[in-house]
């Protein structure tokens, strides 16, 4: 059996909406803000990754589903998931449909989980 390459970033986003590439841009641009962190594209996501992975974007063909590591359960309009993987750890997912989306409360949430990738 062969193995399948990893994909690129850049090929997640091939054949979806142009605002899903911008709102990862705007994700990345609130991520840099908090400190050193790689991209590491996945078979069905890109994680992004400080000692751990701290954040998740999985792309959609007019959205993007980002999950975030949080020490407790997060309520929005835009959480479509709360999951808990450890008593005290959350994945929460956030669906995001443009930049404009990335506002205080995803950048504060996102901040959060990257310190706890630390």
């Known amino acids: 059996m062969v193995a399948m390459p990893t994909p690129t970033v850049a090929q ?3 054949g979806r909406e142009p605002a899903v590439k911008a709102t990862y841009e705007a994700l990345l641009a609130a991520a ?18 400080r000692k751990t992975a701290f954040a998740g974007i999985a792309t ?9 590591k949080s020490a407790k359960e997060l309520d929005g ?10 008593a005290s750890r959350w994945h929460v997912e ?6 404009s989306q990335v506002d205080a409360k995803v950048r504060a949430w996102l901040a959060a989980a990257y310190e ?3």
Do not use: M
């Open 32 to 49: 840099r803000k908090l400190g050193p962190f790689t991209e590491d594209p996945k078979k069905t996501s890109i994680h992004l990754n």
């Open 77 to 86: 309009p835009r959480v479509v998931k709360n999951e808990q993987t450890s």
């Open 116 to 118: 706890l990738s630390a």
């Open 94 to 99: 956030v669906k995001l449909e443009a930049p």
């Open 60 to 68: 959609r063909k007019a959205a993007l589903i980002l999950t975030v």
């Open 12 to 14: 997640h986003f091939q």
